[in-house]
């Protein structure tokens, strides 16, 4: 099975939490709108406008795996991991995997709305006042909250605290070290001062990024830069 990734060229996004899961499990896959020989930009806008599909994607990423074809971040994990192996098989384990990946969900769409807190399809710099006071109650509040929420639930896991679920790697695990990345790169002042409060999320992070498959992944080209047209993005004034 060669799956089928559909997702804005250019940018990590949305699209990275998808992009690490396939790299870890080594599995086939094409990265539509960053491979021109596959269409590119041109076959994910196709994918979203095609008038005959009964359940047309609302935005990407978007993944097809033969005739199955899913949406949004959560749900594409969700269908991937049991078929990749980075998922528990025991279905309560599973439930509380996916728990995690919506609350890690919850917490990009925070860290976007720093920078487009009135209006996500306006500029940046048409809503800085409001910017600056979203990002100051995200960075003292809010980030402190949710992350320090996963560090307790890496200290109560039955299995340890090595991993988010379990004793094994979950797709949990690999997105939240992305969350962790991005977070740095958008905020590494705040991170900064964070990260001494949050050791365990911090050393899971560290072994993610040690892991062979995905240490491969991030030195390589596949792996695309953090800038400032994706979710995580760096402006000094925002982070205090």
Not at 78 to 93: E, K, T
Not at 137 to 149: H, V
Not at 167 to 175: E, G, I, N
Request: hydrophobic share 45%.
């Amino acid at each position: 099975m060669t799956y089928r990734l559909y997702y804005w060229p250019g940018i990590q996004g949305r699209g990275e939490f998808v992009r690490l899961l396939l790299e870890e499990a080594g599995a086939a896959y094409i990265d539509v709108g960053n491979d021109e020989e596959a269409g590119g930009l041109e076959a994910v806008q196709a994918l979203l406008a095609a008038p005959d599909a009964v359940h047309p994607p609302f935005a990407p990423p978007v993944l097809v795996s033969g005739k199955v074809v899913v949406a949004q971040v959560a749900a594409i994990l969700q269908f991937l991991g049991p078929r990749l192996g980075l998922v528990a098989c025991d279905a309560n384990a599973a439930l509380w995997t996916h728990q995690l990946q919506l609350t890690i969900a919850d917490i990009v769409a925070e860290a976007h709305d720093t920078h487009h807190p009135v209006d996500g399809g306006d500029w940046y710099r048409n809503q800085k006042p409001e910017a600056l006071r979203r990002a100051r109650a995200f960075r003292e509040a809010r980030m402190p909250k949710f992350l320090g929420w996963f560090e307790q639930v890496l200290a109560r896991n039955p299995k340890g605290p090595e991993h988010l679920v379990g004793a094994r790697l979950s797709y949990a695990d690999l997105s939240l070290f992305q969350l962790v990345e991005g977070l740095r790169y958008a905020f590494p002042r705040a991170m900064g001062g964070l990260e001494r409060d949050i050791p365990g999320v911090i050393a899971l992070a560290q072994r993610v990024a040690a892991r062979p498959k995905v240490s491969a992944y991030l030195a390589s080209p596949r792996r695309l830069p953090f800038n400032e047209e994706g979710i995580f993005r760096h402006y000094p004034e925002l982070d205090g």
